[in-house]
């Protein structure tokens, strides 16, 4: 229980428990929760989707919803996306790229990456109605939180320490497999089209992670935060696309 509290305080606003300072033992055991933790937040996005639909249709709901979850999340990946938008595309030398990940400061390129995540993420949501978008707001959060264990398990890290490398270090055996299972948790809502959102994101997260540690040398913290953006907005325009059909 303890290692799913901090999952949950790690990735999102909900606080169940007082204490703040945790060992890289427990960070590490806390990995394998992180898809579990996408499903809670998906939960709540239901939640709210069906409170806000009383009142908003359209573009106003989508609005509405993706605004709450970035607050849900506190900005954690949305600050990555950032980030890592402002080194990949700054043109520098792959040691110049790493310090700028670390600037706190967001330059033009983050800014720009930011608008267009948060503008594409409402326009697709706004694209997918009934059903389908219940669907779709439980199964993106934790189908892209377990290609973000793919980011920590599969990929080198390019610093040599780092919260991120700290994950991976002190991860359980096996780690991919639990992960895997928590990640199915969103089945049991009685679709078979989470299964595809799950394996589109597994892929996603393959291919990004795979273009920055070509250019990086290997992933931070920060790139992990920017795949799981990426990951969602990709399973957010795939369904878009789809929902004329499902």
Same mark, same amino acid.
């Not at 898809?35 to 989508?62: E, K, R």
């Given at each position: 229980m303890t290692r799913f509290l901090i999952a949950l305080q790690f990735l999102s606003r909900i606080h169940l428990a007082k204490q703040t300072v945790w060992t890289n033992e427990a960070f590490g055991?806390? #990995?394998?929760?992180?898809? #579990?933790?996408?499903?809670?937040?998906?939960?709540?996005?239901?939640?709210?989707?069906?409170?806000?639909?009383?009142?908003?249709?359209?573009?106003?709901?989508?609005?509405?919803?993706?605004?709450?979850?970035?607050?849900?999340?506190?900005?954690?990946?949305a600050d990555g996306f950032m980030d890592t938008a402002d080194g990949l595309f700054s043109g520098r030398s792959r040691e110049r790229m790493l310090e700028i990940l670390k600037d706190s400061r967001v330059g033009a390129n983050g800014v720009m990456a930011f608008f267009l995540l948060a503008i594409l993420k409402i326009c697709f949501l706004a694209n997918v109605n009934g059903p389908l978008a219940y669907v779709v707001l439980l199964g993106v959060p934790a189908a892209a939180r377990y290609g973000t264990l793919i980011s920590v398990l599969e990929f080198p890290y390019a610093r040599e320490e780092g919260l991120g490398k700290a994950f991976a270090r002190y991860a359980p055996a096996h780690t991919l497999f639990w992960g895997f299972l928590a990640a199915l948790v969103p089945v049991l809502a009685g679709t078979w089209y989470y299964l595809i959102l799950l394996g589109a994101a597994m892929l996603t997260s393959l291919a990004a992670n795979t273009y920055i540690t070509r250019h990086l040398g290997g992933v931070t913290g920060d790139t992990y935060g920017a795949v799981t953006e990426l990951t969602e907005l990709v399973l957010l325009g795939m369904s878009a696309s789809l929902h004329g059909i499902l």
């Open positions: 055991g806390s #990995l394998c929760y992180f898809p #579990l933790v996408g499903t809670v937040i998906g939960a709540i996005l239901c939640l709210l989707w069906w409170f806000f639909s009383f009142a908003f249709s359209g573009l106003y709901l989508a609005v509405c919803i993706v605004a709450a979850w970035f607050l849900l999340t506190g900005g954690l990946h």
